[in-house]
T-cell receptor, first 115, second 114 residues
Framework: KNQVEQSPQSLIILEGKNCTLQ??????????LRWYKQDTGRGPVSLTI?????NTKSNGRYTATLDADTKQSSLHITASQLSDSASYIC??????????????FGKGTKLSVKP | DSGVTQTPKHLITATGQRVTLRCSPR?????VYWYQQSLDQGLQFLIQ???????AKGNILERFSAQQFPDLHSELNLSSLELGDSALYFC?????????????FGPGTRLTVL
């Protein structure tokens, strides 16, 4: 069964600190992996999209890594800001051909950045 | 602002009722996706339309239906509502239906069934 597991479930850090969020997926065959940021009560916003052949991708202070062999991804946030407080969702896309409609979403990691 | 609009923002109704949620995709986007997000749950894919035709179906209940109109806006119809249908419903759009196309999400409709 295609699944995406994220850890930790929640995380509290102090402003200015770094943190790393983890994602394990059992999606096969695998096409690409995405990280989204979702503010409370808002729609998710894409941070990165990585294909199976990419190891790392950055978007400002966000850096995602992907190890397609171990089926693991991480999202590293550098010099956290209060506005980084949100849920971070890992999403895997199976390579089943056809439509995009079968994205597999993790439950997210809820990050709280405290002053 | 993603460019995807959803109405209404909030909806409160009673069990057994029927509601319609509306989504307007980004200008030029042909694909529309509907998702359900229950409390503390991940996003669940419901259904996708591409240029007016159903393209993929996820965990959509038989009580739910959707359509995409010629102007590309989409509606999600929820009938015989139950308490468990209370959730955030998101619409997303993408320009085409390619593997790496990014999906842009709307702000969501919060449905409360009492």
């Amino acid at each position: 069964k295609n699944q995406v597991e994220q850890s930790p479930q929640s995380l509290i850090i102090l402003e200015g600190k770094n943190c790393t969020l983890q994602c394990n997926y059992t999606v096969s065959p695998f096409s690409n992996l995405r990280w989204y940021k979702q503010d409370t009560g808002r729609g998710p916003v894409s941070l990165t999209i990585m294909t199976f052949s990419e190891n790392t991708k950055s978007n400002g202070r966000y850096t995602a890594t992907l190890d397609a062999d171990t089926k693991q991804s991480s999202l590293h946030i550098t010099a956290s800001q209060l506005s980084d407080s949100a849920s971070y969702i890992c999403v895997a896309r199976p390579n089943s051909g056809g439509s995009q409609g079968n994205l597999i979403f993790g439950k997210g990691t809820k990050l709280s950045v405290k002053p | 602002d993603s460019g995807v609009t959803q109405t209404p923002k909030h909806l409160i109704t009673a069990t057994g009722q029927r509601v319609t949620l509306r989504c307007s995709p980004r200008s030029g986007d042909l694909s529309v996706y509907w998702y359900q997000q229950s409390l503390d749950q991940g996003l669940q894919f419901l259904i996708q339309y591409y240029n007016g035709e159903e393209r993929a179906k996820g965990n959509i209940l038989e009580r739910f239906s959707a359509q995409q109109f010629p102007d590309l806006h989409s509606e999600l119809n929820l009938s015989s509502l139950e308490l468990g249908d209370s959730a955030l419903y998101f619409c997303a759009s993408s320009s085409r239906d390619r593997t790496y196309n990014e999906q842009f999400f709307g702000p969501g409709t919060r449905l409360t069934v009492l």
